[in-house]
């Protein structure tokens, strides 16, 4: 079993930044590919960005391509995604996801465990 906990969400003026981190339990982080997602009020909840097991791999929704940078330290048991030029549009609550296999994808049915969320609104 895994847990998964995110922090750092928060209200942002358009085109500023967050950082949201999700820190994992367990010994076998690594082996486990890693996944962002997110959802707006009366939206389905859906894909952001993901990356593999090593870290050596990522894939992104083409709506942050650019903005958005996913990463992870195996060591810290941490992924993090880095939000950069926020728009209105990316207010959504965001979940973190973690998948037993090391490859990425961007299918919600794919991962087996989530985090909570954390809130991220994006206002002037």
């Known amino acids: 079993q895994v847990q998964l906990v995110e922090s750092g969400g928060g209200l942002v003026q358009p085109g500023g930044s967050l950082r949201l981190s999700c820190a994992a339990s367990?010994?076998?982080?690594?082996?486990?590919?890693m996944g962002w997602f997110r959802q707006a009020p009366g939206k389905e909840r859906e894909f952001v960005a993901s990356?593999?097991?090593?870290?050596?791999?990522?894939y992104y929704a083409d709506s942050v391509k650019g903005r958005f940078t996913i990463s992870r330290d195996n060591a810290k048991n941490t992924v993090y995604l880095q939000m950069n030029n926020l728009k209105p549009e990316d207010t959504a609550v965001y979940y973190c996801?973690?998948?037993?296999?090391?490859?990425?994808?961007?299918?919600?049915?794919?991962?087996?465990?989530w985090g909570q969320g954390t809130q991220v609104t994006v206002s002037s």
């Open positions: 996801a973690a998948r037993r296999r090391s490859i990425p994808t961007n299918l919600r049915s794919a991962y087996d465990y």
């Open positions: 367990g010994r076998t982080f690594s082996s486990y590919a």
């Open positions: 990356v593999s097991g090593s870290g050596g791999s990522t």
